[in-house]
């Protein structure tokens, strides 16, 4: 059941709706009418938006501004950037393409296609957003 007027708080469930865009380019939303749960103190994002949604209540639109220098999402490793075999893949990727790998863990490991040359293709393991200027914009619909 949401909370009125509750400001929000370390442990609180959230329902959400986002985008995130570079340079005016939309990276990733999710819009209002499919807002999505969200769990603070979990580390879904990284600290520095739920710093900024600490203390905000239900109803709250939030324009938060992430800068490359801040390495709000670690900083770009070259030994992340990997030269694979095309034996690897299911289908051809394109340079762009994101994939993704199953881990032994059963988590997945996700990267993303810089180029193809015959048999050899790079991918990029560092986070998508590391080295971006960043713009989250963030309505905050509920606590839940």
Do not use: C
């Not at 709250?60 to 034996?87: K, Q």
């Not at 986070?127 to 309505?139: E, K, M």
């Amino acid at each position: 059941m949401p909370k009125q007027n509750q400001r929000i708080s370390n442990d609180d469930g959230l329902m959400i709706s986002y985008t995130i865009k570079h340079q005016e380019q939309v990276l990733e939303s999710v819009a209002a009418q499919e807002a999505i749960g969200y769990q603070m103190g979990t580390g879904q994002w990284p600290i520095q938006l739920e710093l900024a949604m600490l203390g905000e209540q239900a109803g709250a639109r939030l324009r938060i501004e992430v800068r490359s220098a801040d390495n709000v999402f670690g900083s770009a490793d070259p030994d992340r950037i990997v030269t694979m075999d095309r034996v690897d893949f299911a289908s051809p990727p394109q340079p762009g393409e994101l994939v993704e790998f199953a881990l032994v863990d059963e988590q997945g490991l996700e990267g993303q296609v810089l180029s193809v040359f015959g048999d050899k293709i790079e991918v990029d393991f560092n986070h998508p957003y590391v080295g971006r200027d960043l713009i989250f914009d963030i309505h905050i619909h509920s606590i839940v």
